[in-house]
């Protein structure tokens, strides 16, 4: 969106009278912070709610068969990526209107809206001005595209598709976020409903471009259809995401860093004393290992991030901290994280805060979201997912993750079933991680970098950037184990269920979620499926 959130006076006022309460009454906040930990420090440790299971699995070993099966790589599914530079090869036409998009959300659901921008440039035939990306209100980064992106391969790869500047030109220079903020303005599409048509476009974006030379879209989030699109507007979208889209050199250095690590980590040395651009080629000292990536959608926001609101303007920072994943996922899935009453207490609040109560699960039970597939794996209960299909404790895994909610704590049953568990602080220096530290979308792009050059990739339940990278894994024909939650929420809500029946049942559950291609269906997303609109029968 276009408008700054403003507080009122009064809430500011509130806000710190609240902030000057521990000075005045020290008392009263040591003793609310004994009778409610979560309130006023960090969150309580869960206890394993699977012991059963997890010890089962502690001592379980795969054999050397179930080991060649789960990292043998995927056979010709009959696909391949289309020739995408033969499919738009129509020369950019010159032109002197301009679309403007200002894309919110993260890292991933802004690659989207860059996709469909270029798709909505092409059929206006106007050139598009590099997207702006809103900053994150929850995650606060101001990181610009060009901060994320290789911005001269993007426009190089779609020269000859559309027309696109990185600045607009001195006539239209007073078309800004800001000069949108400040009133109504005739420039600005604010009306773009969600997965609208090209005609859409044509009849209400066209006019103001032939009125004015320039258009401001937003919101644009999710704004064109994925459905009765001309061939060559989807096969544009697919060049954009799988071949345009390239992150900036450092993050693709420090990526390429991490891999190596994880492929040959006898020969990687201390991460400390090793620069990034000078990673050593030991193909052929050592045989490359495999590894996996897992995306654990329980990060914790950063420390900054306080949430006021109006009346309820209570002292959310650390008391209510939750992150983007705990907002959309553990708060809005009302599902019960195994936290105790505190824990609830804290998330129900939050709910009622951030959503107004408006949370659908609600009406639910856990069990019963838990039986319909709808609440996210718990780090404990992803790791006895892998344990089932085979991994071990001689897995090299890599964790892409933000900071963990409830730290270490949270996911110690996880480390503990793979020792050789790694993250970001934990295979590359402070100093290397430098450039990318506090800033949530270039976190982001480093963790998909190395989950696109990972074996086998699999998230703890679906989201924006698992969306991402089952279609473009899929796009490349890669590993891509897609949990069924349904099956796991069943099986994990048997308290008495032993370990040969879990496995069993698990692995039978996962044979055709290994990265088989799905074609695309009406209204499913081409980003995520992108068989047929992005590949071709081999």
Not at 114 to 140: F, Q
Not at 303 to 328: K, T
Not at 331 to 342: I, M, N, P, Y
Request: net charge neutral.
């Amino acid at each position: 969106m276009f408008f700054y959130y403003q507080p009122r006076r009064g809430g500011a006022l509130a806000g710190l009278f609240l902030l000057l309460l521990p000075v005045f009454l020290p008392t009263l906040f040591s003793l609310l912070g004994h009778a409610s930990p979560y309130v006023f420090s960090e969150w309580n440790a869960p206890k394993p709610r699977h012991s059963r299971l997890l010890k089962s699995a502690l001592q379980a070993e795969s054999s050397n068969v179930e080991q060649s099966d789960l990292w043998t790589p995927l056979v010709n599914q009959g696909w391949k990526a289309c020739d995408l530079s033969a499919s738009t090869r129509s020369v950019a036409q010159e032109t002197t209107v301009y679309i403007q998009v200002f894309l919110d959300g993260g890292l991933n659901q802004q690659r989207m809206g860059i996709c469909d921008a270029v798709a909505v440039a092409k059929i206006l035939n106007a050139t598009l001005v590099i997207p702006h990306l809103e900053v994150n209100p929850v995650w606060r980064d101001s990181s610009s595209f060009m901060d994320i992106f290789d911005v001269d391969h993007f426009i190089n790869v779609l020269k000859d598709d559309i027309s696109m500047v990185k600045e607009l030109p001195d006539d239209f220079s007073w078309s800004t976020r800001e000069y949108y903020a400040t009133a109504i303005r005739a420039t600005r599409i604010k009306t773009a409903p969600v997965h609208a048509s090209a005609k859409w476009y044509l009849e209400n974006v066209l006019p103001v471009l032939e009125s004015y030379g320039i258009a401001a879209i937003s919101p644009f989030s999710h704004r064109l259809a994925f459905d009765n699109m001309p061939v060559d507007i989807q096969r544009l979208r697919c060049k954009v995401n799988f071949q345009a889209l390239v992150f900036v050199p450092h993050v693709r250095a420090l990526g390429d860093a991490i891999v190596s690590r994880l492929r040959y980590p006898q020969q990687s040395g201390a991460f400390g004393t090793e620069n990034i651009q000078e990673v050593t080629d030991v193909k052929g000292i050592q045989e490359a290992g495999k590894f996996a990536v897992l995306h654990l959608r329980f990060d914790n926001c950063p420390d900054s991030f306080a949430f006021w609101s109006g009346i309820g303007s209570l002292l959310l920072n650390r008391a209510f901290m939750v992150d983007n994943a705990i907002r959309d996922m553990a708060a809005h899935s009302a599902c019960d994280f195994g936290g105790g009453k505190a824990e609830k207490l804290a998330l129900a609040k939050y709910r009622q805060v951030i959503w107004q109560g408006r949370v659908l699960n609600s009406q639910f039970t856990d069990g019963e979201l838990r039986s319909q597939g709808r609440c996210p794996l718990t780090p404990e209960e992803i790791g006895l997912l892998l344990a089932a299909l085979g991994f071990d404790n001689s897995t090299r895994l890599y964790l892409a993750s933000h900071k963990v909610y409830g730290g270490a704590a949270r996911i110690s049953t996880l480390r503990e079933l793979f020792p050789l568990m790694e993250d970001k602080k934990s295979i590359a220096s402070s100093d290397e991680r430098a450039q990318i530290k506090g800033k949530a979308s270039l976190l982001a792009a480093v963790d998909y970098y190395v989950s696109m050059h990972s074996d086998i990739f699999i998230s703890a339940s679906p989201g924006n950037m698992h969306n991402a990278l089952v279609g473009h894994r899929t796009y490349e024909n890669l590993k891509t184990i897609r949990p069924n939650m349904a099956l796991l929420g069943q099986l994990f809500l048997n308290k008495s269920i032993g370990w040969s029946e879990f496995k069993e049942a698990v692995v039978e559950g996962h044979k055709n979620r290994q990265g088989q291609i799905r074609l695309r269906r009406p209204e499913q997303s081409l980003y995520t499926y992108p068989a047929p609109d992005c590949m071709c029968s081999a």
